[in-house]
């Protein structure tokens, strides 16, 4: 499965984001998804994952509950994580992953692909 995360870019302080990550090279709708971030001279952290059948069945790291969204189009082979009033603090390149165990979505070594990164600046 090859994933390209897109959306990132240089945005105020307030605003808000959709960040997308389209699949391609396998069956999407198999996996469930996660997007981790990694600010500079940090480790790459979860942020939000989303079963394979999508829906209501999410989880978030508690630093972002009620600021991201993750969702996703099995039709378009795509998640999605859109951000609402980012904040200097949310500067980071934001990864989404695939994984195969949900029991594990929060951690990174259980994934098995990786998209490459799209860069989220935050100015104040």
């Known amino acids: 499965v090859q994933l390209q995360a897109s959306g990132g870019g240089l945005v105020q302080a307030g605003g808000s984001l959709r960040l997308s990550c389209a699949a391609s090279?396998?069956?999407?709708?198999?996996?469930?998804m996660g997007w981790f971030r990694q600010a500079p001279g940090e480790e790459r952290r979860f942020v939000a994952g989303?079963?394979?059948?999508?829906?209501?069945?999410?989880v978030y790291a508690d630093s972002v509950k009620g600021r991201f969204t993750i969702s996703r189009d099995n039709d378009k082979n795509t998640v999605y994580l859109h951000i609402d009033t980012l904040e200097p603090e949310d500067t980071a390149v934001y990864y989404c992953?695939?994984?195969?165990?949900?029991?594990?979505?929060?951690?990174?070594?259980?994934?098995?692909?990786w998209g490459q990164g799209t860069l989220v600046t935050v100015s104040s």
């Open positions: 992953g695939a994984s195969k165990q949900w029991r594990w979505i929060r951690y990174r070594s259980k994934y098995d692909y």
């Open positions: 090279g396998g069956t999407f709708s198999t996996y469930e």
């Open positions: 989303i079963m394979s059948s999508g829906g209501s069945s999410t």
